[in-house]
């Protein structure tokens, strides 16, 4: 079973339908033993990176995430703010990260010229045009959501 993890922060229905309408189930969730019994995991979010790690923290999720995912392999898809979670730290805030990147997460920084609208909403499509590094990982996430 995938689980969504609800820890306050997230569009978790949009999540979940979407996973419904390619025929995926999938559970909305911030109980730990829900949590641990997953197979996969989705952290989604949006809103302010220490809120997030506040909310983790609150909620007892961190040990569990931790356990799951750096010791048992468990995959886990960061979308938004949840992706960023998994860095060391982010620029918008003061507490430290999951740090499960080694990376620091930023503003994007764009020249005056351009006038790009942030944050970026909606669905979008990839297409590879090549096979590169990145072809295994993005085989890895068909895998993951059933797709392929």
């Known amino acids: 079973m995938i689980v969504i993890i609800d820890y306050g922060m997230g569009n978790l229905y949009s999540i979940k339908n979407m996973l419904k309408k ?3 189930k999938a559970q909305i969730s911030s109980d730990v033993q829900i949590i641990e019994n997953a197979d996969k995991l989705i952290l989604p979010g949006v ?3 220490d809120n997030g790690m506040n909310n983790l923290t609150d909620l007892g999720i961190i040990p569990i995430l931790e356990n799951k ?3 048992c392999g468990t995959p886990i898809l960061g ?3 949840g992706m960023q979670l998994f860095t060391k730290s982010s620029e918008e805030g003061k507490l430290q990260g999951l740090g499960w990147i080694d990376a620091q997460t930023m503003r994007f920084k764009f020249d ?3 006038s790009l609208k942030i944050p970026h909403m909606g669905w979008n499509t990839i297409s590879l045009n090549k096979k590169n590094g990145y072809q295994q990982r993005i085989e890895h ?4 959501s059933g797709i392929g």
């Open 69 to 71: 995912v750096k010791k």
């Open 22 to 24: 390619i025929g995926i």
């Open 47 to 49: 809103g302010s990176f």
């Open 112 to 114: 005056e010229k351009k």
């Open 79 to 81: 979308i938004c703010l």
């Open 141 to 144: 996430l068909q895998g993951f």
